[in-house]
């Protein structure tokens, strides 16, 4: 699981290193799909792209500018897990069994 949110702190900066001033398809897109191939050795594909996507959308509300991202503290990475790490993980399984 730390490795999980230490990736995406990784993938955080790298996207606020675009210096893209507000969310853009092609930057929702980008952070989705770094954030998927990042997080491969932890979760099953599909359980990961719920992750991601539950996890930009944390990112988003927090601002809509994807710069203000790497400034996200501790809190922000744990509220993330626990907001979406389980949800993902369930979802999918739910997605899986046809339900």
């Not at 359980?47 to 990112?59: D, F, G, R, S, T």
Request: proline letters at 2%; aromatic letters at 8%; hydrophobic letters at 35%.
């Amino acid at each position: 699981m730390q490795k999980l949110l230490g990736t995406f702190v990784v993938i955080v900066l790298s996207l606020a290193a675009c210096h893209t001033p507000n969310w853009t398809k092609t930057t929702e897109k980008e952070f989705v799909e770094n954030c998927v191939n990042s997080t491969a050795e932890a979760l099953e594909y599909d359980e990961a792209k719920l992750y991601c996507e539950c996890a930009l959308e944390y990112a988003k509300e927090k601002s809509s500018n994807p710069e203000v991202a790497r400034d996200m503290n501790d809190a922000d990475y744990q509220n993330i897990k626990e907001r979406c790490f389980d949800s993902a993980k369930e979802e999918a399984k739910k997605l899986r069994d046809g339900k």
